[in-house]
Each structure stands twice: as C-alpha cells, then as structure tokens.
C-alpha cells in the first residue's frame, strides 16, 4: 500500500479498529506472546510498519526501548498521539530500508505485525528484519494465515468465495484493501535463509473472528475475558491453525 491510501485510512485503523474487542484481543494476545521471549527491559525493540503505536505502548510502559517506523506520516502522527510522554523513537520509513533508517544499529528485537499481508511478496521486507535484529535477538512476525482463507467468507455466508478461497492466498482485507496471507511453513522456511531460526509460532484471532464474520455483536466488557480465552487458543493445537492470523518468533543466530 502507498503512504496516501494509510493516510486515508488512519483514523479508520486507529481509532476505530484498535476501539473494538478485536483490535483490544490483538494487542494484548501479542503482548503476552512477545514476553514469553523478549529480552529484559530495557532491552532495544525495532516496531516497523508500527502503525498508531498500538503495540508499541505497552511496552514502552514495561520499560523497553522503543522505536517505531513506518512509512506514513499520517499513522506516525497517531502514533506520537498516541505514545506522548513515553521515552519512544519514531522514524519515517519504509520496512524496506530499515537497515539504512536505523542507521546500521541492530536490536534485541524487530516487530512487524500486520504488514506483510500489504506486500506483494514478503521476501525483501523480511530481509531487513533478519538484518535490523542483533545477535541472539528475536523477530516477530504476525500476518494472515493462508490455510485458514475460506474461514471468513464462510462465516459470512459468501459460499462461492469460501470455496475458492480454499486455494488461494488472497483477498479484500476487512480495510476495504487487497491483502495477502502466508503460511507458517513458508515464513519460516525465508527466516532460517536469513540466519533466524524460527522458535515459536501461535494463533492470534479465533473466536473473536468467528463471532465477528458471523454477525454476531461482541461486548467492550468482554474484553478481558475474551484475550483470555484467545490467547490460551492461541498456544494450543488445532485451534492455534484455524486462526485467521498467526505470529511467528525466530531468533537470529
């Protein structure tokens, strides 16, 4: 996607998305999933394509360094909105020269979630994660799950798109955009050709998809109860493959 169509879609991402269950599930299944492997704070975490900042924060707030690129002024915006009074570095970036944005300097960890699925091919971005994280450091990668295509439209009751969705990796994102999905498999095999052996990988979304696709209308108050119940699916076998996105540790070598 161009810096102009984020730009039109920030307050739909940020202040919409991020206010639902959803977007609360989100930030917290990650959250959770990303100590279980972060170094100590104040360990240096690299957030690129880090949009408003929504993973950002909290662990700003748990005392990490923080830096956060993205390749559109509008989102960064949201984000120093958002992460005013927090001790985080923001750059103006595409993924794709995040070495050269971050000046050589390789950190303890390197995010990039909810971004590959905007490329066309994932190989050059994640090239400069492998790059951007220091020895012994971790890189995290959520995107969408290609085996789980056909979950949405089915729930959705699009029947001819569930079945071709079976066999393909691509669809109009719930943004309104085109998006892609990839599989654990594939990511893995590109990390471990760039020196970073995958270690650990889990579902994001699952009930709260379900749910949602299915019209079913999804409590604020629930929230707390919701990320529970998701992020033990998340860990677990088979609901972690039918999540819709799935997050993916390695460690550089």
């Known amino acids: 996607m161009s810096e102009d169509s984020w730009a039109a879609l920030a307050d739909q991402f940020a202040d919409e998305a991020y206010a639902s269950v959803k977007g609360r599930v989100r930030t917290y ?14 360990a240096t975490v690299l957030d690129v394509g880090g949009g408003a900042g929504h993973q950002s924060l909290p662990l700003a707030r748990a005392g990490y360094d923080v830096t956060l690129l993205d390749p559109s ?8 909105q958002r992460l005013a009074g927090e001790d985080v570095t923001f750059l103006h970036a595409a993924g794709e020269n995040a070495e050269e944005a971050v000046r050589g300097r390789r950190f303890d960890a390197v995010l ?13 971005l994640l090239d400069q ?28 009751q699009r029947w001819e798109d569930a079945l071709t969705a079976f066999d393909t990796t691509t669809e109009v994102g719930v943004l309104g955009v085109p998006a892609r999905a990839d599989t654990v498999e594939q990511l893995s095999a590109l990390l ?3 020196g970073v ?25 629930d929230a707390e109860r919701v990320a529970a119940v998701e992020l033990e699916a998340g860990r677990r076998d088979p609901y972690r493959g039918l999540s819709r996105v799935f997050h993916l540790i390695g460690r550089k070598g």
């Open 73 to 80: 002024e509008a989102m960064l915006a949201k984000a120093r």
């Open 197 to 221: 052996e995958p270690v650990s990988w889990y579902g994001v979304w699952l009930f709260v998809d379900w749910l949602e696709f299915g019209g079913a209308a999804l409590d604020l108050a």
């Open 112 to 124: 990039c979630h909810g971004v590959l699925g905007y490329l066309e091919r994932p190989e050059p």
């Open 29 to 42: 299944v990650l959250h959770r999933q990303l100590l279980e492997h972060l170094p100590p704070r104040p």
């Open 192 to 194: 471990r050709d760039n």
């Open 129 to 156: 994660l492998c790059r951007c994280a220091a020895p012994g450091g971790i890189v995290s990668i959520m995107t969408g799950n290609a085996h789980a295509m056909a979950v949405r439209p089915a729930l959705e």
